[in-house]
T-cell receptor, first 111, second 112 residues
């Protein structure tokens, strides 16, 4: 059965304390893996797209990496404004144009 | 460039009523997707429209329906509202397979 899981469910960090979020997937024919940030009551905001194992993307304090079975979102020296829920989504051959979203990781960065 | 716009932003309905939510995609995007996000839960795929046609639907009952207009805007209709329909309804548009979605800010529906 195809699945997209994320861990941890929630993460609390001190400002400046680096960490990583995980997105694991079991799908056939991965077309792309997408990371989004969602603030409470708002729609998700696109961060990155990764297409093949070994690929990396960076944006400010965030860096996303992809292997054949999982993706990591590394957060370096986070700030309180990085607090949000981070969602990963997978596009695969058997989903057509649809994306399957993971449940998200709720990140809190304390000052 | 205007983003994906959704209306209304908030809505309170009574159980058994019907509701219509609206979405305007980014100019040039022909695909519109609808997702439901219940409190504390992940995004659940509802419907996908492209070029005016329904291309796929998620595991939701037939009382969830919609349509896409010639200008690519879309409506989501929910009939016979139930308490568990209370959620944030998100619309997204896309310009193609290799691009992520751009989401609107959503419509918060509360069923009482």
């Amino acid at each position: 059965e195809d699945q997209v899981t994320q861990s941890p469910e929630a993460l609390r960090l001190q400002e400046g304390e680096s960490s990583s979020l995980n997105c694991s997937y079991t799908v056939s024919g991965l077309r792309g893996l997408f990371w989004y940030r969602q603030d409470p009551g708002k729609g998700p905001e696109f961060l990155f797209t990764l297409y093949s194992a070994g690929e990396e993307k960076e944006k400010e304090r965030l860096k996303a990496t992809l292997t054949k079975k999982e993706s990591f979102l590394h957060i370096t020296a986070p700030k309180p404004e990085d607090s949000a829920t981070y969602l990963c989504a997978v596009q695969a051959d058997n989903y057509g144009q649809n994306f399957v979203f993971g449940p998200g990781t709720r990140l809190s960065v304390l000052p | 460039e205007a983003g994906v716009t959704q209306s209304p932003t908030h809505l309170i309905k009574t159980r058994g009523q019907q509701v219509t939510l609206r979405c305007s995609p980014i100019s040039g995007h022909t695909s519109v997707y609808w997702y439901q996000q219940a409190l504390g839960l992940g995004l659940q795929f509802l419907l996908w429209y492209d070029e005016g046609e329904e291309r796929n639907r998620g595991n939701f009952p037939p009382r969830f329906s919609g349509r896409q207009f010639p200008n690519y805007s879309s409506e989501l209709n929910v009939n016979a509202l139930e308490l568990e329909d209370s959620a944030l309804y998100l619309c997204a548009s896309s310009s193609g397979q290799r691009y992520g979605y751009t989401f609107g800010s959503g419509t918060r529906l509360t069923v009482v």
